[in-house]
């Protein structure tokens, strides 16, 4: 499991570039309908030719994460390539802006997030950023979040999982993992690699109700994270809104009031 590493390392995000190292994600349209369709897309090497060599990683060669720019309508999907290096997949769309990440290692070289914008025509209401919160509910399972994410440096989230009040102890392996997170930095979406500690069947790593991870944030600011878990053969994703500061959080403090520090809130580029 040290293969999921990022090359430039851990604090900074992936995601916001649609071309990198030479490697291109290109989408066949970037206008698609809203309800469920097949997307198709394909990335490009530094040869210019279409990528159809990839390590695997979290047993998947490629992962495509799609979500709407207010942060609503998280999908993690897994793709299928065709032999002409043509992937597709099946996203539930509703109108609005959206950006879809392609979590992929090119065989030879790191793992890479490339990012690219999607319209789907329609009316849009965009929803406001959820309140941060330590609990998420997902049907009878409630998911609380224990930790801090930190700006620049990694930290521990432990996730734990339950079911009606009862403490869920059978999760089931999902990616290599009892659980996947995604992070997204509210603002611009950059894309934070998030490990997980442990995997099933080390000997040391129980299937619940606590998962561990270690994430670092690149900036002080709002993120949404996302939780995927397997429990009785059903994927659920839990959905989080986090604040990273540099100070403690305080009990019932009101957002913004953490003395502003201008180096972790503006990142012009």
């Known amino acids: 499991m040290k293969d999921h590493h ?45 990528l159809t060599e990839f390590s695997p990683a979290h047993e998947q ?53 490339l990012g690219i914008d999607a319209s789907v025509p329609g009316q849009y209401e965009p929803q406001p ?20 994410l930190l700006p620049g440096e990694p930290s521990e989230l432990t996730l734990s999982v339950s079911r009606n009040g009862r403490l869920v102890t059978d999760l089931q392996p999902y990616l290599a993992a009892y659980g996947h997170l995604v992070a997204l930095r509210v603002g611009d979406l950059g894309y934070l690699h998030v490990h997980p500690e442990g995997e099933p069947g080390d000997g040391s790593t129980a299937p619940g109700p606590e998962i561990l991870f270690v994430a670092a944030a690149p900036s002080a600011g709002f993120y949404r994270l996302y939780l995927d878990f397997q ?39």
């Open 129 to 148: 950023l959820p309140a941060v919160t330590r609990t998420a509910q997902v049907g009878e399972y409630t998911v609380t979040l224990d930790g801090e």
């Open 231 to 269: 429990h009785e053969g059903l994927v659920r994703t839990a959905e989080f809104t986090v604040q990273a500061t540099r100070t403690a959080q305080v009990p019932g403090a009101t957002s913004g009031s953490t003395p502003g520090h201008d180096d972790d809130v503006h990142s012009h580029h």
């Open 61 to 113: 060669d490629l992962h495509l994460l799609a979500v709407r720019r207010d942060t609503t309508g998280f999908q993690h999907v897994h793709p299928v390539m065709d032999e002409s290096g043509t992937w597709s997949v099946d996203l539930d769309l509703t109108p609005g802006d959206w950006r879809i990440f392609a979590d992929f290692r090119p065989t030879g070289h790191g793992p890479m997030t």
């Open 6 to 50: 990022s090359s430039h390392g851990d604090a900074y995000p992936g995601g916001l570039l649609v071309s990198e190292h030479g490697y291109t994600l290109e989408l066949d349209s970037t206008i698609l309908a809203s309800d469920r369709q097949t997307v198709t897309f394909r990335l490009i090497g530094p040869d210019g030719k279409v």
